[in-house]
């Protein structure tokens, strides 16, 4: 079993930063892939960026150039550090991770949500 825990959302005006954390606990050790999913009202979950253990690293084309990604393995942990946020970026962000097992079969885990809201 695998527990992801957000933290770092709040209310930001247009144009500032936010840093998402997640943090993983439970009995796996390793990860293949962590990343971060968003939904806004109405819309469907999106994929935001993931980073694979490999280091191969996927950034949704409205978060290029704009948010960075990253992971810290031994603290079974990701990062999302969002700049130059625009009210578009307005949802819940998830923590998604990943977990492989020696056939390949995959299990997916997923947080509760944090929420991320760009307004004046």
């Known amino acids: 079993q695998v527990l992801l825990a957000e933290s770092g959302g709040g209310l930001v005006q247009p144009g500032g930063s936010l840093r998402l954390s997640c943090e993983a606990s439970?009995?796996?050790?390793?990860?293949?892939?962590m990343g971060w999913y968003r939904q806004a009202p109405g819309k469907q979950r999106e994929l935001v960026a993931s980073?694979?253990?490999?280091?191969?690293?996927e950034y949704a084309d409205s978060a290029k150039g704009r948010f960075t990604i990253s992971r810290d393995n031994s603290k079974l942990a990701v990062y999302l550090q969002m700049t130059s946020l625009k009210p578009e970026d307005t949802a819940v962000y998830y923590c998604?991770?990943?977990?492989?097992?020696?056939?390949?079969?995959?299990?997916?885990?997923w947080g509760l949500g944090t929420q991320v809201t760009v307004s004046s």
């Open positions: 998604n991770a990943i977990w492989r097992d020696y056939r390949n079969y995959p299990d997916t885990f």
């Open positions: 439970g009995s796996i050790s390793f990860l293949d892939v």
């Open positions: 980073a694979k253990s490999d280091g191969n690293i």
